[in-house]
C-alpha cells in the first residue's frame, strides 16, 4: 500500500527504485526532434491518462499537461478517462503495448492499480504519479508522485474556517455539511481526513459535521446533494467543499432555498479556479484554500530526468496559498487558472 507518511523528500534512484533498466532505452538513436527532450536522443513518448474533465481545475491541469509537453518538445498520446478506473486502466494497457516511454497518470481512485502497474513494470516503463497517489502494496510500482498535500489542505481549510467564523462574528456550536469529492480519490480521503484531525483536536465541543456526502467534484454534483442537505439540515451554518465547482453548485441550491451563501451559510472550498474567486470576489465563499494544478511543467522536468535514469524525490509537492474573501478583488486579475 502507498503510504503518505513514506513519501518524504528522501531522493531516490530512478533506476533501483523501479527496477529498471534504464539506459536500455536511452540511446534509441534516430527519430524525432528532441525539443529539449535530452541531449539530441530520440523524441520522448509521454503516456497520459487524464482522470476526466470534471472541474475547473481538471480543465487548467489538463491544458498545462499538454502545453508543457509541447514546449518540452514530447510525443504526448493523452487519454480522457471520463472518472472511470477501468478506461485509465486500458489507456495504461495500451500506453504498454505502444512502448511509450514513460506513463504519467491521475488516478481517478486510490486503490485497484498494482496488476496494471505491474504490467508497466515488467515493460521497463517508469510511471510517474501526477495530482493524486495511489495505494499499492508494491511501492516501486511507481517512481514519484508530483502533486499536492491533500492532508494537508484539509487541516488548512479547518484552519481558514476559524478566521471565517471570527470574522461573521460566529459564535458557539457549528453545524457543517460537507461536500466529498469523488468516492474512493486521494483528494477526496484526505481533505476529510485534514479537516477532521483540526476538528476533532482542536474543536471536539463545538463543530460538527452533520451531513456528508459526495458531490463528485462537479457543479452539478455540488448543487444536487446541497439541495438534499437543505431539506434535511435547513439549519446549517458552514459548508466545507471540497473543491470551487462543488461550491459554486451548492451555492445555486443555497439561493434557490432563500438564503444567501457566504452569510446565511458560511464557504470554504478548495481549488482556486477563477471562477471560485469570482464568487468569492461577490462575497459568496468565504475563503479558498490553493490546489494548484498547473502541474505540466513539473512533470515534464521529472520525465525528462526519469528517461535519463536520475534521481527524482519522492514526492514533489506543490506550492500552495489560502485566501481570504477580502483578498479575492485583487487577486482575481492575476489568477492564471
Ligand atoms: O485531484 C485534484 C482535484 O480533482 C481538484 O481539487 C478537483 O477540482 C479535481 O476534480
Request: net charge neutral; with cysteine.
Amino acid at each position: 500500500m502507498l503510504n503518505r507518511r513514506n513519501f518524504l523528500t528522501a531522493a531516490v534512484g530512478v533506476a533501483a527504485a523501479t527496477g529498471l533498466a534504464a539506459c536500455a532505452k536511452d540511446d534509441g538513436g534516430s527519430g524525432g526532434t528532441g525539443g529539449s527532450s535530452g541531449g539530441g536522443s530520440k523524441k520522448i513518448t509521454l503516456g497520459f491518462s487524464q482522470v476526466g474533465s470534471e472541474s475547473g481545475w481538471r480543465s487548467a491541469n489538463t491544458d498545462s499537461v499538454k502545453s508543457a509537453a509541447k514546449e518540452a518538445g514530447y510525443n504526448l498520446k493523452f487519454s480522457d478517462a471520463q472518472q472511470k478506473q477501468e478506461n485509465q486502466i486500458s489507456a495504461i494497457r495500451s500506453f504498454i503495448a505502444q512502448k511509450v516511454d514513460v506513463i504519467a497518470f491521475s488516478p481517478v481512485k486510490v486503490t485497484g492499480w498494482d496488476a496494471v502497474l505491474q504490467e508497466a513494470k515488467a515493460a521497463k516503463i517508469p510511471v510517474v504519479l501526477t495530482d493524486r497517489s495511489v495505494e499499492t502494496k508494491d511501492e516501486s510500482l511507481f517512481v514519484t508522485l508530483v502533486g499536492s498535500d491533500f492532508t494537508d489542505e484539509g487541516r488548512r481549510a479547518a484552519k481558514i474556517l476559524e478566521k471565517v467564523l471570527e470574522k461573521a462574528g460566529h459564535k458557539g456550536k457549528v453545524k457543517i455539511a460537507q461536500l466529498e469529492g469523488t468516492t474512493g480519490s486521494a483528494p477526496a480521503i484526505e481533505r476529510a481526513k485534514g479537516f477532521k484531525e483540526v476538528m476533532e483536536a482542536e474543536h471536539k465541543d463545538d463543530w460538527k459535521i452533520v451531513v456528508t456526502q459526495t458531490g463528485d467534484f462537479t457543479r452539478a454534483g455540488g448543487k444536487q446533494v446541497m439541495a438534499a442537505f437543505l431539506q434535511s439540515n435547513p439549519d446549517i451554518d458552514v459548508l466545507f467543499a471540497h473543491n470551487d465547482d462543488m461550491a459554486i453548485g451548492a451555492i445555486q441550491s443555497i439561493e434557490a432555498a432563500g438564503k444567501k451563501p457566504g452569510k446565511d451559510i458560511l464557504i470554504v472550498s478548495i481549488d482556486g479556479v477563477k471562477d471560485g474567486f469570482v464568487a468569492m470576489s461577490e462575497g459568496k465563499i468565504n475563503a479558498i484554500v490553493e490546489c494548484n494544478p498547473l502541474l505540466g511543467p513539473q512533470l515534464m522536468e521529472v520525465v525528462q530526468t526519469v528517461k535519463d535514469g536520475g534521481s527524482v524525490e519522492r514526492w514533489i509537492k506543490t506550492k500552495e496559498s489560502d485566501f481570504m474573501q477580502d483578498q479575492a478583488k485583487d487577486a482575481l486579475p492575476t489568477r492564471k487558472y
